[in-house]
């Protein structure tokens, strides 16, 4: 931890007149007990030699020190002009990119592999922004210290607009975690005072009786956990735009898995009023023992035909 937070970058954005007044109003102010302790009850899950392989886990993470990136001259003689980066760091690219590892107190150049910017990003620790291609939008999990997707451009189709937010829409992801602490934050310290250990296992007792009784809606799957997105309003661009669409696109893609997004549901549903529901009201599984279910008419009797779609959702449908 001396190797991470002795850095003129770190110290340079904390109050204080000395490095220690510095580190140590940040450790009070920023509740970094509290910090550390979610952060290995998240790591315990998946590392099974108790304190000391936590430890090492965390060490590891922290040795990712600084990272490089160059950026290409327009015109002239062809040159590159490279810029040092403390906080952020590509990640497609990352091999090819000489970072700076401490090891035994030494800085050494070498370079990095995805899998060491990965583990590093999913800490509380730097680096807090990670630039990647389409590379990163399948089968990485960013969701432990991340809520948040910058959609620098938008993906051409739904499934992979599925793909690129599921990366940090998981289990026990950020916004999951803030929304638990928010709604249980009285039940789970009441029986930290009784069981003693982690808050946040208090905080999983508590949210494990949640659970409905089919098992069908876990703990993490959480209203109000919804992650943020940015899209980019270029001047005469559609993103927005197109970025609704998808969405629309998308509940639809969800709805023939039978795993619908509230979030998108409610969203679409609310423009397509009454007639979105009456359409899709007979679509929705219904698993009840005694289930039962009547053919809804359209107006004259006529039963609904997915052409009626084209009324409700136009996006969508083309």
Not at 23 to 46: I, Y
Not at 56 to 69: N, Q, T
Not at 211 to 225: E, F, I, N, T
Request: hydrophobic share 40%; net charge neutral.
């Amino acid at each position: 931890m001396r190797a991470y937070l002795d850095n003129p970058v770190i110290l340079a954005s904390l109050p204080g007149e000395t490095a220690v007044e510095q580190v140590m109003g940040a450790v009070v102010d920023g509740g970094f007990e509290s910090v550390l302790d979610e952060h290995f009850w998240l790591r315990a899950q998946n590392l099974y030699d108790g304190a000391a392989g936590l430890a090492k886990d965390l060490k590891s993470s922290l040795g990712l020190r600084a990272g490089g990136f160059s950026f290409h001259g327009i015109g002239g003689q062809p040159h590159k002009i490279p810029v040092r980066c403390h906080v952020a760091v590509p990640f497609g690219d990352a091999e090819a990119e000489p970072l700076v590892k401490v090891r035994d107190g030494v800085a050494q150049a070498a370079p990095v592999r995805p899998d060491e910017v990965r583990r590093s990003f999913n800490t509380p620790f730097w680096p807090h922004v990670l630039a990647t291609t389409s590379v990163g939008q399948e089968g990485l999990d960013f969701h432990p210290w991340c809520s948040r997707v910058v959609h620098w451009d938008l993906s051409s189709n739904p499934l992979d607009l599925e793909q690129r937010e599921g990366r940090i829409q998981r289990y026990a992801g950020l916004a999951i975690r803030r929304q638990l602490a928010t709604v249980l934050r009285d039940k789970a310290l009441k029986d930290l005072e009784q069981t003693g250990g982690s808050p946040w296992q208090s905080l999983q007792r508590q949210a494990d009786l949640t659970v409905d009784a089919s098992g069908l809606r876990p703990w993490w799957v959480l209203d109000g956990a919804e992650i943020s997105r940015h899209i980019f309003e270029r001047p005469f661009g559609r993103d927005v735009a197109r970025f609704h669409q998808l969405r629309g696109q998308r509940m639809i893609y969800r709805l023939a898995l039978g795993q619908p997004n509230q979030e998108d549901f409610i969203d679409v549903l609310a423009r397509g009023g009454e007639a979105a529901r009456r359409l899709l009201r007979p679509l929705v599984l219904d698993l009840s023992a005694m289930g039962f279910r009547q053919m809804v008419l359209a107006p004259g009797n006529d039963p609904l035909v997915s052409s009626d779609i084209v009324d409700i959702f136009p996006a969508a449908a083309k």
